[in-house]
């Protein structure tokens, strides 16, 4: 395959990259009013600071805060103009598909696991159970064998290469 | 004349300095591509393991530790879509695409290649006209430093990758994140709702590393049983008929690098931006679109902020004033030795003017050596499949994160930033301008209340210093033609599709 083929070859779709469409994303509308909640109260709290002059320190986060408004309003509209999404489409299942929610759920755990069961039991346990559960149940030697290995050079790089201290 | 070329040759010839400048390049390579690992970290750790060492050595090992480490941070961007250093977020956005081709090992080997070519520009730069361009840069103003951070938040155009109002309020909303905290100049508190942790500001890199990593995790989980793509590495080194190609863009981006670089306060990260910015308005026909795997994407980034590292010696060997946050330790480093830098360095010890520009010359070719051998084994981490790699990347965010102030709450505000990524790519917000408001928000809202205090808090005395002051007046002028650029008529005029 030359460089020109490979370089025009399908690419997985890039979620970073937006493509305007006919149809609505569930939950896109309420992500956008999201987005003027944020800016209004952005603005409101920003009411709070010192305001005397045109060098006060409010005025970088009252302009911040309109602009985030105004961009939220035509987003809003810009969404509502479009077809509205597939009956039977939510918000929740179009965000949090069942490998996202068990992965979010878990990263929380070992966030909170961390100071309780300190950086190498904590991590080696996410690592292993992440890597059986993407596996679908599966290959679960091979997953204790592979985080063993890059939880040692995790440790090592980290705690005694660069002197890192580890949660 | 004689004395400078003896003093040049003096690193050439000792082995020892040699050794500790390609194994700082190699250790900077890695810590530069570990996300949450910086240059600035690796080198403030060295001044406590070298204060007692020679002062050559010293520097040596800091020298290839940055040049090492500022190019390490394309290598996690183009491989994970997880910039290893803020330098490095445009070099992603192109970098990113390819490796999903299948084609990392090009990407990583034009990286390299013109990295290279870029740092041995900023290099002679700073040998031959350091004392000119110092001097120059010393004329910026509050007011320009504010015309410069604005030129910078115009790039979210640039970088946004679709929808503009998108692009410009994620951008914002980074502007308002990088306000929390203690305002710098009143000592204010700004959005801190009377928690301690806040007091301090939300890092820009926790931001980052949440973003781009865990963001990015968290859309591969999406689709965890895909398949890896299967990368090519039958052609790494670019030939002479491509590289001939970029040269051009090359040159243009690495002056941008080194000019951005010789400016107090602005670093590598700001001129990468602002190079993928100019190449992506000036070239009208790029084979690949771009942020879908142009390689003038990787070019212009990668050449500006390894001309910045020139760029950045400049002020600093001078006129003793930093470039950006790893030079400022190394003047550190200097006082600790028993200098002074500042305007009389280069008079009275001319010598240490000229092993610093051996040096960074020899990092460089150890840089392009050491990279192009990496290419393949760092490649091979993208076939890994995702299964495995996605934890463990997690976990490099973690570490990374807690490396930056040892804070379990920085760790939770990067999971924040990670789950706010990945709904804002969902629905195409793009996660870039966040990062880029998050960094330049500070910058911009420093230096124009500075600027509308020297204006006496007049908005007409405010804005004609625009117009009053040449450099003002040529960022007003750029400013305005980055504004026409983005018009349809530009684009007409100019025949860009």
């Known amino acids: ?167 | 004349m004689m004395n400078n070329l003896q003093y040049f040759l003096i690193p050439f010839l000792d082995w020892h300095i040699m050794g500790l400048l390609w194994g700082g390049v190699l250790a900077g390579i890695w810590v530069g591509a570990i996300p949450g690992l910086s240059g600035t970290m690796a080198v403030s750790l060295l001044i406590s393991f070298t204060f007692s060492w020679e002062l050559n050595n010293a520097l040596a090992v800091m020298c290839g530790v940055f040049v090492g480490a500022v190019y390490g941070g394309a290598i996690t961007a183009i491989l994970l879509n997880i910039p290893g250093a803020p330098a490095a977020i445009a070099t992603g956005m192109d970098g990113y695409p390819l490796a999903k081709k299948g084609l990392a090992g090009k990407a990583i080997g034009l990286c390299t290649t013109v990295s290279f070519f870029a740092s041995m520009v900023g290099v002679v730069t700073l040998a031959v006209a350091a004392p000119i361009i110092a001097n120059f840069a010393l004329k910026f103003s509050p007011r320009d430093f504010f015309l410069l951070a604005a030129m910078g938040i115009l790039l979210i155009g640039s970088i946004g990758g679709g929808d503009p109002v998108k692009g410009i309020m994620a951008g914002v909303v980074g502007i308002l994140i990088s306000m929390v905290g203690m305002d710098p100049s009143t000592g204010e508190l700004r959005y801190t709702f009377g928690n301690l942790n806040l007091m301090a500001g939300i890092s820009f890199v926790t931001a980052m590393i949440g973003l781009f990593g865990v963001s990015e995790a968290l859309t591969q989980f999406r689709d965890s049983r895909a398949k890896s793509p299967k990368q090519d590495l039958t052609k790494i080194m670019p030939d002479w008929t491509t590289f001939k190609k970029y040269l051009p863009l090359a040159l243009r981006s690495s002056a941008i690098g080194v000019f951005i670089g010789a400016l107090p306060g602005t670093g590598g990260d700001v001129a990468a931006l602002l190079a993928y910015d100019q190449a992506k308005r000036t070239i009208r026909h790029p084979e690949t679109p771009f942020g879908q795997g142009a390689l003038e994407g990787i070019v212009a980034p990668e050449t500006a902020n390894k001309g910045a590292i020139g760029g950045a010696f400049i002020p600093m060997l001078t006129l003793g004033i930093p470039g950006d946050a790893i030079t400022a330790i190394m003047i550190g480093a200097l006082f600790i030795h028993g200098l002074r830098p500042g305007p009389m360095l280069m008079i009275e010890t001319p010598h240490l003017f000229w092993m610093i520009v051996s040096m960074l010359t020899i990092s460089s070719v150890a840089l392009f050596v050491l990279g192009l051998l990496s290419v393949r084994p760092f490649s091979k981490i993208i076939e890994i499949p995702k299964s495995i790699i996605m934890p463990v990347v997690i976990i490099l965010s973690v570490i990374g994160t807690y490396a930056i102030q040892n804070s379990v709450t920085d760790v939770f505000y990067m999971i924040g930033f990670g789950a706010l990524g990945y709904f804002m790519r969902l629905y195409g917000y793009p996660t870039g301008p966040m990062v880029l408001g998050i960094i330049l928000g500070p910058l911009l809202d420093s230096n124009y209340r500075r600027a509308m205090q020297g204006a006496e808090n007049e908005i007409a005395q405010f804005i004609a210093g625009f117009f009053t002051s040449p450099i003002s007046l040529f960022l007003t002028l750029a400013i305005a033609f980055m504004l026409f650029s983005q018009t349809k008529t530009y684009r007409k005029l100019r025949g860009i599709d």
Not at chain 1, 70 to 98: D, Q
């Open chain 1, 1 to 167: 395959m030359s460089d020109e083929q490979i370089l025009n070859a399908t690419a997985p779709a890039d979620l970073s990259v937006y493509v305007p469409e006919k149809v609505r994303k569930p939950g896109e509308i309420g992500f956008a009013l999201l987005g003027i909640i944020f800016g209004l109260l952005g603005y409101y709290f920003a009411l709070d600071m010192t305001h005397d002059s045109y060098s006060a320190p409010s005025v970088f986060p009252k302009i911040a805060s309109t602009i985030i408004v105004l961009c939220g309003l035509v987003s809003l509209v810009k969404a509502i103009k479009r077809e509205a999404p597939a009956a039977g489409e939510t918000a929740f299942g179009y965000l949090l598909p069942k490998d996202v929610i068990v992965m979010l759920v878990m990263l929380l755990v070992y966030c909170f696991a961390l100071p309780i069961l300190h950086f190498p039991l904590a991590s080696y346990a996410f690592m292993v159970i992440g890597m059986i559960y993407l596996h679908g149940g599966k290959k679960i030697i091979q997953s204790f064998i592979y985080s063993g290995i890059a939880l040692a050079a995790l440790v090592a790089v980290f705690r005694y290469v660069f002197l890192v201290i580890l949660p």
